[in-house]
C-alpha cells in the first residue's frame, strides 16, 4: 500500500508532465475504471500532522514559517497537500462510484442512485483542473472546487440512509423481514463510510489549513484533544434532544482521566459519544418511564502511561438489548424508529452529519457509523448488555496516532 510520504514524491514527478484534463470527458466509465486500478495512499493522524506542520518539506513552521510577514513556508504546504489531493481524491471517488454501480439491491435504489451521480461529477470536477499545482493561484482556484465537493457532500451520509430506508421499505413489500443476511450490502455500507470519512478528513485537513491558525490545532487536529470536554459539550447535546422529547433527561456522571489530552480529531470523538449518549438517554427513561427518579448514566475515561488505548466508557441502567438484537445494532438496515419518525427524516432534505435537530432514535445508521469513526485510526467501538438491566459502550481511541487509515478497495 502506497505511503503519504511516497505518494508526495510520485506526485511532484507526475505533476511536472502538466497533464490536463478537460472537463469534457466523453467517455467518463473508463476514465472512472483507470483511476479505480490506481492504488490508494493510506494516511495517519501523525502523517497529516506532519504534513500540516511541513515536515515532508524538510522545513518546518518552527525554523521558517512563522515570521510576521513570511508566509513561504505555509503557501509550500497548501501547494504540496493541494497537489496530494489532485492526486488521490479522483482515485478515492472512482473506487466508490465503482461499488455503487455493483452493490446488489441498493444500487437500483433512487437515493444511493443520486449518491453515484454526486460523486461522478465530484470526480469529474477534479479532473477539470491540472494536475499541477504550481502557484498560490492555481492553488486557490483548486480549493475553491474542493472546498464546492465538502459541500455537495455534507448530506451524503443521511443520503446512502436513506437509500438504506428505501431497500427496507423495498424488502418489506415483497415479505421479507431479516435484514442481518444482506452481507453484501452491509460489507459495502461499512467499505463506502469508511472511505467517505476518509475523503472528508483530507479535504477538511487542506481547507482548514488554509484558515488563520488555531491555538492547539494543526488543521482539523487538535493536538491537546479533552476527551472530559468533548463528552461535556455531548452531554448538553443529548440532553437537548432528551428534552425535546420526553421533557426530562438522565443525569450524567463523569469520573477517571478528567485532565486527559491526546491528538486526535474532536469532531470524530463528539460523534460517536453523542451517539452513545444519545441511546442511553433514550434507554434510559422509556425503560424507567417519563417522570420516573432516573439512574445517572456513567462515563468513564480511562488511561495510563503505558496504556495502548485512551478509553472511554458509557454505562446505563436502561434495560439492556436481548442477545438475539446484539448482532442487529450494527446493522445500517436496522433501527427501532417509529415508522413515521423514518419516513420523515427520509423526507429533510438539508441534514448533516452532526445536526442535533434529528429524532433521538432515526434511520438506524449512529452505532455503525460511530465504530467507523472509530476504527479509522485504529481504535474500535463495543457494546456489552445485560438484558433487564443496562448497556456498556467502550470507546477505544489509540494514543500515538500511528495506525493507518483502513482504506477499502
Request: hydrophobic content about 40%.
Amino acid at each position: 500500500m502506497w505511503t503519504l510520504q511516497r505518494t508526495l514524491q510520485r506526485t511532484s514527478r507526475s505533476a511536472r508532465v502538466g497533464v490536463r484534463f478537460s472537463s469534457d470527458i466523453s467517455d467518463m466509465a473508463s476514465v472512472v475504471r483507470k483511476h479505480a486500478l490506481e492504488p490508494q495512499t493510506s494516511t495517519s493522524l501523525q502523517t497529516l500532522m506532519r504534513t500540516g506542520r511541513g515536515e515532508f518539506l524538510h522545513k518546518t513552521y518552527r525554523d521558517a514559517a512563522w515570521k510576521k510577514d513570511d508566509k513561504v513556508a505555509t503557501e509550500r504546504v497548501l501547494m504540496q497537500v493541494a497537489g496530494f489531493l489532485r492526486h488521490e481524491l479522483p482515485i478515492r471517488l472512482a473506487h466508490r462510484i465503482l461499488d455503487l454501480e455493483q452493490v446488489p439491491l441498493l444500487r437500483d435504489m433512487q437515493s444511493v442512485r443520486a449518491v453515484k451521480d454526486l460523486y461522478t461529477t465530484s470526480f469529474r470536477d477534479l479532473l477539470s483542473v491540472p494536475q499541477k499545482v504550481a502557484s498560490k493561484q492555481e492553488e486557490a482556484a483548486f480549493a475553491d472546487i474542493v472546498e464546492s465537493i465538502y459541500e455537495r457532500h455534507a448530506g451524503v451520509l443521511v443520503q446512502m440512509a436513506r437509500g438504506a430506508y428505501e431497500l427496507r421499505a423495498a424488502t418489506r413489500q415483497r415479505g421479507e423481514t431479516d435484514f442481518t443476511e444482506m452481507e453484501e450490502p452491509h460489507a459495502f455500507l461499512d467499505r463506502f463510510y469508511i472511505s467517505r470519512i476518509g475523503i472528508r478528513v483530507l479535504i477538511g485537513q487542506y481547507l482548514s489549513l488554509r484558515q488563520q491558525p488555531v491555538h492547539n490545532y494543526i488543521g482539523i487536529i487538535c493536538q491537546k484533544t479533552s476527551p472530559y470536554e468533548i463528552v461535556k459539550r455531548a452531554i448538553d447535546d443529548a440532553s437537548f434532544m432528551c428534552n425535546r422529547k420526553y421533557g426530562d433527561a438522565p443525569e450524567v456522571i463523569i469520573t477517571g482521566r478528567l485532565d486527559l489530552t491526546f491528538p486526535y480529531v474532536p469532531t470524530h470523538l463528539h460523534y460517536i459519544t453523542l451517539e452513545l449518549l444519545k441511546n442511553s438517554m433514550r434507554a434510559t427513561v422509556d425503560w424507567h418511564g417519563v417522570d420516573a427518579d432516573y439512574p445517572p448514566i456513567k462515563v468513564v475515561i480511562a488511561d495510563g502511561r503505558e496504556n495502548e488505548d485512551v478509553v472511554i466508557k458509557v454505562s446505563d441502567e436502561g434495560g439492556g438489548i436481548p442477545r438475539s438484537n446484539m448482532n442487529k445494532i450494527w446493522s445500517y438496515l436496522f433501527t427501532t424508529a417509529d415508522p413515521a419518525v423514518q419516513e420523515g427524516m427520509v423526507a429533510f432534505q438539508e441534514h448533516d452529519d452532526h445536526a442535533v435537530d434529528s429524532p433521538l432514535a432515526g434511520l438506524g445508521y449512529g452505532l455503525p457509523i460511530s465504530r467507523s469513526y472509530a476504527r479509522y485510526f485504529g481504535g474500535d467501538l463495543s457494546i456489552m448488555s445485560m438484558e433487564g438491566y443496562g448497556t456498556d459502550a467502550f470507546v477505544y481511541l489509540t494514543r500515538l496516532g500511528n495506525t493507518r487509515e483502513p482504506l477499502p478497495i
